[in-house]
Structure formats: structure tokens, C-alpha cells
């Protein structure tokens, strides 16, 4: 019995459930966000002490044996998932506290916040592919009502759009279980990849992963099909948006990371060219959007798309180098991306727009503001020593060790475009002078939805921005430790048997037992050393 | 019957597309209707359709009779099927306030956020 598997999942369900019980008391709602969230971090803390401990996590729920109930397990991709999320949900805890008007929160932005939470805690603790796709729908119908609240004409379109393709996508991923339930009789991922290697090779094994390749590819936003991310990213009030950008995206990337390292590892040379292509054509035609937009928000909603190329890059190159990279690249941008669209959320309530033209002179007023958005945008951009600069670094050594030179020249050409946007943003909302026809309010913008100064709360919003930008220093700093755990994680998806004997105890993959989860982290520790210097 | 199945599913499907491919947000919705029905359908069908052998175990036995229905497909789609309402409940309120605020079903209309 592991309780802390569970309780990073439980415990968001929990606050969302008393705050519904607290409908009407604004600051008990408050109070939970925040205490609830500080409760959810220390809860994912410790299942990450654990799973660095002992590798693996499992708990079978209500004692059911392995692949007849539903496993939750934590290996330390889950638990470093977990742990980010948590961090993230903290950061967004504090800031709605300033600038979630009162009317979002009289409609339930924060039960629907604790649900989004745990719909995500949920997606990277399963141990169940039907499962997965029950708590991607969770956090589906949360994001669909945090979405909408408000009922702007932009929060609509934008959220048909999301709406459509994301249901589209649950339908194909559910089609997909069907089938390969009727192919392997199970649910359980261990026991499918086990079958898996056992099943006839057909044509079917092909098809299904292509399915569940789209299927993430929709939710992770990848390329030919990410056109709802720029569409409603930008539509909904900041924090929204910003916890958006930090988490939901990721949790399709981690969906196939884990289904192609655990269950269709046999047809990834199959894949590995679409997905090279993917990928890289993700990083390309992201860039090029935010190149040609003028408006902070959007600038960063196809700046993620651009950053999941990295991602699915990582997963494409498939080494233990290469996957190590591309959750290095998860973590980094998780941090980052929702740190700057925190800091837009900022520079609205001071200059009350986004867009560019029209912003100006906050180096001067705010130089503070200022270096968090220097630390995050060249974070973004791969400027040593801040975090993507390794997580960049490590993708394109893996790509250069297996020989893949166009994907990695293209992707380091797109960390160049990638300042090229950053440093539009620099020169618009920064450098330059306030243009002289913005009337400035003389006091901080209200949220504009229902006219009410928040102006006290502003250290409430440069708290989690300072934090966070601090945080991307210090992966940068510490990037060896962190390496190390990042290597763990390779090794781990690149030898699926410690994960299938975790769920199913020893006797079902005793055959194949080719590594021991403790003993593999040893070996790479130079490596990653070597790598991060 | 399996294959009298496949075709009403592959008729599903096509026509959920079909629908999802208009322009009116009405007919999006009927789309996102039927295609959540034919991938329940599909769930159920796939994993195979025994008759009359409901997963029981008679008084006193340990085991089941042999070739019993496999209840794990409908216990699977019970669950999507609750799911997919939810959803979609909440999609035909999304279009009708849609509807309220742009002033057309028409999809053509609402690229106010592309770019």
C-alpha cells in the first residue's frame, strides 16, 4: 500500500469537491486554491522522493491484482511530471488570487481549476489505457469550462474550435483502445506491451499506433494539427491561458512518450520518420507563426506549439540521450512558457493591452518585470546557462550521435527564430518608449470583466513570476543533478521491462529482465555529467 | 452479425464526419453525436459479441462456463457512453451561447481569433 501514488490524484478532487461546498464563500475559495495546492505540492514532493528511491510506485486499486483492476504507478517520468504540475498549479493558485475577477470566480474558476489539476495528476498516474483516456476527459470538460467563462465573442469561437478538435481527438484515442482491446483482451499497459511483443503481426499494430499518434498529436498540438492551440489560447483571461500553456499540451506529449516507449516500441522505426518530420516541421511552423503576429499572447501560443517539436523531437530520435532530452525539454518549458504568459498577464494590467504596437517603456517603470521576462524569454530561446539551453543541448547531441543532421540543424536554426520573437517582444513591450497615443490609466487596469480595481494584489502576481523565473535559473544551475534524474527517466522508458514487472510483479516478465531500475541510474551519471558540461 | 456491424459502424463514422465537414454549428454537434456513438459501437463490437452466455457463476462453482460474454468491453463502453453525454451536454450549450453571441450558425463566421 502506497498511499502517495494515490493522493496527488485524490487530493485536487478533494479541494474541488469542499470548494463546491463553499459555493457562495469567495474567501474560503480563495483559501482552498491556495492551501490546497500547497497540500498537493507537498503530496508530490514526497511520491518523488519515493520513486527516486525505489523507481517505481504501484498501487493496485481496491487490491484487485494487476491486470484485472486499475494500476496506478508512479516511475520517475510520472513522478517529475507530477511534481512540475504541482509546482505550476501553486504558481497559478497565487495569481488568480489577483487577477481572477469576481464574476469568474462567483462561476467556479476554482473548483474547476482543482478539477483540471487532478484530471492531469490522473492522465500521468494511470497505469491504464482506458483509464487515460477517462482522465484526459476530466481535464478536457474542466479546460472546456474555464475556457468559456466569461462568454466573450473571441472565448466562443475560440472555444468551438478547441472543443470540436479535442472531442474529435478523445474519439479517435477511444476508437483506438477498442481496437486494441480487441486485439490483446486487456486494458492494463504493462500487460499490453507484454502482449503486444506475443500478438500476430498484422497490419492492425501499425494502424493503432498512427492512431494513437494522431490522437496525442491533437492534444499535444503538433503539426498538421495544432490549429485550435493558436485559436483559443489567447481567448480566455491570463491565468487561464497560463495554466493552459503549462500543463495541458504536455500531457499529450507525455501520452506518447509513454504509449511509444511502453507499448509500440516495436513499430518506432516504423514511426520514427513521420515523427522526425513531425517534429520538425512542428518547430518550423510554429516560429514562423509567431514571427508574423503582433500580440503578446499570441506570439507565446505558437511559441508552444514551436516548443513541442522539441519535445516530440526527444521522443523521435529515440535513445535514452534523446528521450532524457526531451523531458528535459517537458520540464523546462513547463516552467517557462507559463512564467511568460504570467508576465503578459502582468504587463496587460499595467498597460492595458496586448498588443505590441501599442505597449512600451516598461524597462524603465518595472525593471524588475523586466529581468523575470529576460530570464524567461531567453530561457525559451536556449541561452546558456538558463534551462533550455540544456534541454536544447541534450536533444541535439542525442541528435548528432545518431546522425540525424537536417532535424537538428533545423532545430537549432529554430531556437534562433526563436529569439528573433523573443526579442520583438524585448524591444516592443520593454525598450521602447510608451507610445504617446496609449492613454495609460493612472491607475493599474481592472481585470475588464467586471470593472472593479484589484490594484493592491500586484505583488500577488509578481510573486509566482519572480519564483518561477528564479526556478528556470536554477534547472539551468543545477543542471547536473537534474540531468541525472533526466538519464533515470531514459533508462527507464528505453527498458520497459522494470515498468511491466513493477505493475505485474516478477513472475510475468521474468523472462525478460534485462535491467534493474536502481542499478541502471549508476552507468549514465558520467554520461549526463559529461553531457551537461 | 459481426459484419452487418462493421458496416453500421463504418456508416457512422462516415456520416459523423460528413456532418462535422458543414458549416452550421448545429450540424457539428450531430457530427461529434454520431461519431461518439460509432466508436462505442466499434468498442463493443471488436471485442467480440457472444450471445446468451451472460458472465455468471452458477451456485457453488468457482469458475464461470466457458465462452462466457466478456464483461469488460461493456462495462468500458457504460462508461464512455456517460462520458461522451456529459460532453456533448455541455457542447450544446456551448453553441447555443455561441449562437447567441455571434448571431449565426454559420462557422465560416467565427474566424474572428484565426489569424
Do not use: C
Not at chain 1, 514562423?288 to 516548443?307: D, K, M, N, T
Amino acid at each position: 500500500m502506497r498511499p502517495e501514488v494515490a493522493l496527488p490524484v485524490l487530493l485536487p478532487l478533494l479541494t474541488g469537491a469542499v470548494s463546491l461546498l463553499f459555493w457562495r464563500s469567495r474567501p474560503m475559495q480563495r483559501f482552498l486554491a491556495v492551501a490546497g495546492n500547497v497540500a498537493l505540492l507537498i503530496v508530490s514532493l514526497w511520491l518523488f522522493v519515493s520513486t527516486l528511491s525505489d523507481g517505481y510506485v504501484t498501487m493496485q486499486m481496491g487490491s484487485w491484482p494487476a491486470p484485472f483492476g486499475i494500476t496506478l504507478i508512479a516511475d520517475l517520468l510520472s513522478a517529475v511530471m507530477v511534481l512540475m504540475t504541482a509546482i505550476i498549479g501553486l504558481a497559478m493558485g497565487v495569481y488568480s488570487l489577483a487577477t481572477t475577477g469576481r464574476g469568474h470566480e462567483k462561476f467556479g474558476y476554482y473548483p474547476l481549476m482543482h478539477l483540471l489539476l487532478a484530471g492531469v495528476m490522473g492522465a500521468f498516474l494511470t497505469g491504464d489505457i482506458f483509464n487515460l483516456y477517462v482522465w484526459f476527459e476530466v481535464m478536457l470538460v474542466a479546460s472546456f469550462a474555464l475556457l468559456i467563462l466569461g462568454g466573450e465573442r473571441a472565448q466562443m469561437e475560440g472555444a468551438i474550435k478547441y472543443v470540436t478538435l479535442n472531442l474529435l481527438a478523445s474519439v479517435i484515442f477511444l476508437t483506438a483502445v477498442g481496437l486494441l482491446y480487441g486485439m490483446v483482451g486487456t486494458l492494463n499497459m504493462a500487460d499490453i506491451a507484454l502482449r503486444m511483443d506475443e500478438a500476430e503481426h498484422t497490419g492492425m499494430v501499425e494502424v493503432l499506433a498512427v492512431m494513437f499518434m494522431v490522437a496525442f498529436g491533437i492534444k499535444a498540438a503538433a503539426f498538421p494539427l495544432f490549429f485550435w492551440l493558436p485559436a483559443s489560447y489567447h481567448t480566455p483571461p491570463v491565468a487561464v491561458s497560463a495554466l493552459f500553456a503549462g500543463l495541458l499540451t504536455k500531457v499529450g506529449v507525455y501520452a506518447m512518450f509513454r504509449v511509444f516507449t511502453l507499448m509500440f516500441d516495436q513499430t518506432m522505426g516504423y514511426l520514427q520518420e513521420i515523427m522526425f518530420w513531425g517534429a520538425a516541421f512542428t518547430m518550423v511552423t510554429g516560429v514562423l507563426g509567431a514571427a508574423a503576429q503582433h500580440e503578446f499572447r499570441r506570439i507565446l501560443s505558437f511559441h508552444i506549439v514551436s516548443q513541442i517539436g522539441y519535445m516530440i523531437l526527444g521522443l523521435a530520435l529515440y535513445t535514452p540521450l534523446a528521450i532524457a532530452g526531451g523531458v528535459f525539454a517537458i520540464v523546462h518549458n513547463m516552467v517557462v512558457k507559463t512564467n511568460l504568459f504570467l508576465i503578459s498577464g502582468i504587463t496587460h494590467r499595467l498597460q492595458g493591452t496586448y498588443q505590441l504596437k501599442k505597449m512600451g517603456g516598461l524597462y524603465r517603470e518595472r525593471p524588475w518585470l523586466a529581468v523575470a521576462f529576460f530570464l524567461s524569454a531567453f530561457s525559451l530561446a536556449g541561452i546558456p546557462p538558463l534551462s533550455g539551453f540544456f534541454a536544447k543541448f541534450v536533444i541535439v547531441r542525442a541528435g548528432l550521435e545518431v546522425e540525424a543532421y537536417v532535424v537538428t540543424g533545423i532545430a537549432l536554426a529554430v531556437g534562433l527564430m526563436t529569439l528573433y520573437s523573443m526579442v520583438k517582444i524585448w524591444n516592443e513591450v520593454f525598450w521602447k518608449s510608451l507610445p504617446e497615443d496609449n492613454h495609460v490609466p493612472e491607475t493599474a487596469t481592472p481585470t475588464g470583466d467586471d470593472g472593479r480595481l484589484l490594484k493592491p494584489s500586484l505583488w500577488m502576481m509578481y510573486l509566482p513570476v519572480m519564483v518561477l523565473a528564479l526556478f528556470s535559473l536554477l534547472i539551468g544551475v543545477l543542471a547536473e543533478p537534474i540531468m541525472w534524474v533526466m538519464m533515470g527517466i531514459g533508462d527507464q522508458l528505453f527498458e520497459p521491462s522494470g515498468y511491466i514487472e513493477a505493475v505485474l510483479g516478477a513472475s510475468a516478465s521474468a523472462d525478460d529482465v534485462l535491467l534493474q531500475p536502481t542499478g541502471a541510474e549508476d552507468q549514465p551519471k558520467a554520461d549526463a555529467g559529461e553531457a551537461a558540461r | 452479425m459481426e459484419p452487418l456491424m462493421a458496416v453500421a459502424i463504418g456508416l457512422l463514422y462516415a456520416a459523423a464526419i460528413f456532418m462535422m465537414l458543414r458549416r452550421s454549428i448545429v450540424k457539428l454537434v450531430i457530427g461529434l453525436m454520431l461519431l461518439s456513438n460509432a466508436a462505442n459501437l466499434l468498442i463493443f463490437t471488436t471485442a467480440g459479441m457472444t450471445r446468451g452466455v451472460p458472465p455468471l457463476i452458477a451456485e457453488g462453482m468457482m469458475l464461470p462456463p466457458s465462452g462466457v460474454a466478456d464483461p469488460l468491453p461493456q462495462a468500458v463502453v457504460l462508461t464512455a457512453i456517460v462520458i461522451a453525454f456529459g460532453v456533448l451536454a455541455f457542447a450544446v450549450v456551448l453553441i447555443r451561447r455561441a449562437y447567441e453571441v455571434v448571431k449565426a450558425d454559420d462557422l465560416d463566421k467565427m474566424k474572428d481569433t484565426d489569424t
